[in-house]
């Protein structure tokens, strides 16, 4: 989970659910994406070990405006947000549960 930060602030109100106490999981998936499956599996297992971490998936094809304005070209695109909502970690791909421990320790 190496991309770049993001400056843009994401809220309830645009994601639709929760944002978690001290940090949140977005995953963007699509339907018919095989490694979007096993991305929810990760993601949700480390948002159940690590307190206050809220793991979020969000339809990209059911969410157009927000897929455009977050430039969301591929699924599973990962964000990660810290407790205000400020993006500070994104990648592509099915990340491995280790790259999202990490990051979630830079978000925090």
């Known amino acids: 989970m190496d991309g770049q930060a993001h400056t843009e602030r994401l809220d309830a109100a645009r994601l639709g659910a929760a944002l978690g106490e001290r940090a949140t999981l977005v995953q963007f998936s ?5 490694p979007c499956r096993a991305t929810r599996r990760t993601l949700a297992e480390v948002a159940g070990m690590v307190d206050g971490v809220a793991h979020v998936e969000i339809d990209a094809e059911a969410h157009l405006p927000l897929v455009r ?3 969301i070209s591929r699924t599973p695109t990962v964000l990660v947000l810290d407790a205000g909502g400020r993006i500070v970690r994104r990648a592509v791909g099915q990340p491995r549960t280790v790259d999202v421990v990490a990051a979630l320790g830079r978000a925090m």
């Open 30 to 34: 699509s339907a018919f994406c095989q």
């Open 69 to 71: 304005a977050l430039d």
